[in-house]
């Protein structure tokens, strides 16, 4: 760095430090703006005022660029999750040379123009980390959130005392396969039940690729000594699995979720009586 180039930075270092409290105004209000009410002001000051001020520690301290980046990573994740755009999110950190613009342009001095443009730079620089940490904490937030609609999406319910069902529904990939069959796993071994159903009744269509995936969970629920049932087998996938040339082997299907589970009662011990009304009554039979 030139003597010269020194002499510009301190200068316009020494504007920063004597106009604190009119830049962070000037600064909250050019990074409000584009907010519409979203964000207060007494917020957006708090978080400024922090930046800022490591801002200029970091101007004569190298170690605590560190903090400043770190806490330019949680304005972005803070924002990330409260659904703010990336560019809302970067003119926080770019509204700082608008900001400090108007210092310099009332000072009017030679050094203080070359000073902003090194702070301009920096500035930039600044912006685009905090553009970047937004685009990962997004990412991270979706990810999360897509695990969470997951989770959601694959119940695994009890039925009967020792049958227990996944209800699918939308497309089985390898993702949801995983979870899946871990939920499954799970609950066999927290009820000790011996019948487990998948019923595919809302999954749209079966081809090799989803067959292989019922196929891997069927096995690990038998590894278990679980019985697998699949159940929801319609007319147009019954073609499409004859036609493909799927084999289930000896894995029981069902057309509907009922007759699955009439055939694991009776499978249980479990008679079914259809009274007069269409009642239903259950009873165990003598052993």
């Known amino acids: 760095m030139t003597v010269q180039e020194n002499t510009s930075r301190r200068h316009v270092t020494e504007l920063l430090r004597a106009n604190e409290e009119r830049i962070l105004q000037r600064w909250v209000t050019i990074s409000n703006a584009p907010l519409r009410g979203r964000a207060s002001e007494t917020e957006t000051r708090k978080e400024l005022q922090e930046i800022f001020r490591a801002f200029l520690r ?4 190298a170690e605590a660029g560190t903090e ?21 999110t970067a003119v926080a950190v770019f509204g700082l040379k608008e900001a ?43 990810a999360d959130q897509a695990e969470q609609l997951l ?27 995983q979870v899946v069959m871990e939920k499954l796993l799970q609950t066999l071994v927290d009820t000790g039940s011996e019948y487990a159903v998948i019923d595919i009744t809302g999954v749209p269509a079966v081809d090799t690729q989803v ?71 259950v009873r165990a039979e003598e052993s």
Do not use: N
């Open 58 to 61: 970091s101007l004569e301290d």
């Open 211 to 281: 067959a292989q995936h019922l196929l891997k969970t069927v096995m690990a629920a038998r590894l278990m000594g679980a019985q697998c049932i699949i159940s929801g087998i319609r007319p147009q996938i019954a073609h499409t699995i004859v036609t493909l040339g799927i084999e289930f082997g000896d894995i029981v299907t069902k057309a509907t979720l009922a007759d699955t589970l009439a055939y694991t009662l009776k499978q249980s011990g479990v008679e079914i009586i259809v009274g007069k009304r269409t009642r239903v009554a």
């Open 151 to 177: 989770e959601l999406s694959t119940p695994v319910v009890k039925l009967w005392e020792g049958i227990v069902a996944v209800p699918l529904v939308g497309t089985l990939d390898s993702a949801r396969t």
């Open 68 to 88: 400043l980046r770190g806490l330019l990573s949680e304005l972005s994740r803070s924002r990330a999750r409260k659904g703010f755009t990336p560019s809302e």
């Open 100 to 142: 400090v613009y108007e210092l310099v342009e009332a000072d009017g001095g030679e050094e203080a123009l070359r000073g902003f443009i090194w702070l301009s730079r920096t500035s930039d620089k600044l912006g685009l980390y905090t553009f970047e940490a937004f685009t990962t904490a997004r990412e991270k937030i979706i």
